[in-house]
């Protein structure tokens, strides 16, 4: 009891602080009573793996990445240790990924993501700059062998062979496309990607793209993250899905989120993720954007895992929305994928966004 108290206090300070400091807007009042969840599957469509290239993987990290602080929370955050990974390999995290989402009774599947690198100026990875690489053979490769799993493929678009490599990922079952154009060093607005752009809409891949500052990672290039270099693949009817709607760091003076909240007017193949939106750092814009009318119909579910199974989300930072008991039946959650749909539904996300993933993305759930 004395744990709770503490983390209940911890919570109730870490927010008030953070109103203080404007950093965050308070949400208005307790929800309202939860939204039963859908009957139509659940599908989380922003899920992130890792790797260090053990078991013939091919993934890597960058020295500088794995010298950083974060490195060891997200390992921490999936489960597994570098050693556990060079003894049985990066599929272990796999393995374990999926039988967490097998337990999870309301989620019937998750889409897991590659991660493209840097690309240098033959078109080639540049080894040197790119601080992660998930490659897309393996992620389909493991995706595959789960039931609850799905193939999230991700490719760099100034590759040489990129649309060449658009075709395969097609013919491998990818659900979507990821970028996170702040660490790929991709700029969603230059022309030279309209074949890229068109080649996506003519195979129906949806682009899931980062959008707003880039907190995750060493260093990152945020002006790739302004949500209106996005405007190109929306003119060329692509179907994007900017992550978090874009709810962090600043464009040109004003705020990522309101830049984008203006494109949603404009183009009805723009949607976005309620994914990292519980985070400390965001809190407030869930309850906004519920009631958002330019929203309306245009958000997925997601939780960006592992960050949600890190110190970043607990139910102990919403004490003006939820009663005690709630935040204590939550927080006993031990499966992160539970905890994180149970955390968003008693938050007052509507029954269609959860929903909405698996519509979207025409998956029907393998379980």
């Known amino acids: 009891m004395l744990l709770i108290m503490n983390k209940l206090f ?12 404007g950093r965050v807007v308070l949400f208005q009042g307790p929800v309202e009573t939860p939204e039963a969840l859908p009957l139509t599957p659940i599908i989380d469509m922003h899920v992130h793996v890792g790797g260090l290239g053990y078991g013939g993987s091919g993934c890597f990290i960058s020295k500088r990445m794995q010298e950083s602080y974060k490195f060891d929370y997200y390992l921490t955050a999936f489960g597994v240790s570098p050693a556990q990974l060079q003894q049985d390999g990066d599929q272990v995290l796999i393995q374990r990924l999926a039988t967490t989402i097998d337990a999870a009774p309301h989620i019937q599947g998750a889409v897991i993501l590659a991660i493209d690198g840097v690309v240098d100026d033959t078109g080639e990875l540049d080894h040197d700059k790119t601080q992660v690489y998930i490659p897309n053979d393996y992620i389909a490769a493991q995706a595959h062998q789960y039931p609850s799993l799905y193939f999230g493929a991700s490719i760099n678009p100034y590759r040489h062979d990129a649309l060449t490599r658009l075709e395969r990922v097609k013919q491998q079952g990818a659900k979507l496309i990821k970028w996170i154009p702040n660490i ?9 990607l309209t074949a890229f752009y068109l080649k996506m809409k003519a195979l129906n891949l949806p682009l899931l793209s980062h959008a707003g500052r880039e907190w995750s990672f060493i260093d990152a290039l945020d002006e790739y993250g ?3 270099r996005l405007i190109l693949p929306l003119s060329l009817g692509v179907t994007v899905i900017a992550g978090h709607i874009a709810t962090t760091g600043e464009s040109h003076g004003e705020a990522n989120y309101q830049r984008i909240l203006a494109l949603f007017e404009q183009y009805p193949n723009l949607y976005s993720d309620i994914s990292s939106l519980t985070q400390l750092n965001k809190l407030g814009y869930l309850n906004q954007a519920i009631v958002e009318p330019r929203l309306a119909g245009r958000l997925l579910y997601g939780s960006d895992f592992p960050l949600t199974n890190m110190a970043l989300v607990s139910p102990y930072y919403f004490p003006f929305n939820l009663s005690f008991q709630q935040m204590f039946a939550l927080s006993a959650i031990e499966n992160p994928f539970e905890r994180d749909l149970a955390l968003k539904q008693a938050l007052g996300i509507p029954s269609d966004i959860f ?4 519509q979207l993305l025409n998956i029907e759930s393998k379980k």
Do not use: F, K
């Open 355 to 358: 929903a909405r993933s698996a």
């Open 226 to 228: 302004d949500p209106e």
């Open 184 to 192: 790929q060093h991709i700029d969603p607005s230059d022309p030279q």
């Open 10 to 21: 911890l919570g109730l300070l870490t927010v008030s602080l953070l109103m203080l400091a």
